[in-house]
T-cell receptor, first 110, second 113 residues
Framework: EDQVTQSPEALRLQEGESSSLNCSYTVSGLRGLFWYRQDPGKGPEFLFT???AGEEKEKERLKATLTKKESFLHITAPKPEDSATYLCAVHNQAGTALIFGKGTTLSVSS | EAGVVQSPRYKIIEKKQPVAFWCNPI?????LYWYRQNLGQGPELLIRYENEEAVDDSQLPKDRFSAERLKGVDSTLKIQPAELGDSAVYLC???????????FGPGTRLTVL
């Protein structure tokens, strides 16, 4: 069964304190792993797509990496405006739908 | 480029009442998705359209939910009658193959009393 598990469920950081969010997945034939950011009361905002093990993508303070079984979202020197829920998703085996994890809620305090 | 538009943003109804949600995708995106997101969970797919054809509706509770996408652009998702367990955020997303990226609207928060 296609499945996505994110950890931790919640993460509290001080401004400037770097950390990583984990996304482990089980799917036959990865067709893409996606990271989204979701602010309260808003829809998910697309961040990254990763397709193959070893691939990395960066955007400002965020860097996403991918292995054969998991992905990490590294946050370097976070700021309070990085506070949000970060969702990870993979395409199902048929490639027709995204399977989402429950998300990691990040809180960054100044 | 305008994003995905959804309305209404909020809806409160009594159980057993009907409700409808509307979505206008990003211009040129022929794939449209409806997701449901319960509190503390990730979105779950309800139905996917390629142009005006529903190509995956396996997760849509067909006894009370229906959807349409006339002319392959706007879409409407309907619930009739609504139940307490239908309280959730209903998200619409669109995409344009061959890209796998999906772009989400702000969602409609439904509360069933």
């Amino acid at each position: 069964e296609d499945q996505v598990t994110q950890s931790p469920e919640a993460l509290r950081l001080q401004e400037g304190e770097s950390s990583s969010l984990n996304c482990s997945y089980t799917v036959s034939g990865l067709r893409g792993l996606f990271w989204y950011r979701q602010d309260p009361g808003k829809g998910p905002e697309f961040l990254f797509t990763l397709y193959s093990a070893g691939e990395e993508k960066e955007k400002e303070r965020l860097k996403a990496t991918l292995t054969k079984k998991e992905s990490f979202l590294h946050i370097t020197a976070p700021k309070p405006e990085d506070s949000a829920t970060y969702l990870c998703a993979v395409h199902n085996q048929a490639g027709t739908a995204l399977i989402f994890g429950k998300g990691t809620t990040l809180s960054v305090s100044s | 480029e305008a994003g995905v538009v959804q309305s209404p943003r909020y809806k409160i109804i009594e159980k057993k009442q009907p409700v409808a949600f509307w979505c206008n995708p990003i211009s040129g995106h022929n794939t449209l998705y409806w997701y449901r997101q319960n509190l503390g969970q990730g979105p779950e797919l309800l139905i996917r359209y390629e142009n005006e054809e529903a190509v995956d509706d396996s997760q849509l509770p067909k006894d009370r939910f229906s959807a349409e996408r006339l002319k392959g652009v706007d879409s409407t998702l309907k619930i009739q009658p609504a139940e307490l367990g239908d309280s959730a955020v209903y998200l619409c997303a669109s995409g344009r193959p061959p890209s796998n990226e999906q772009f989400f609207g702000p969602g409609t928060r439904l509360t069933v009393l």
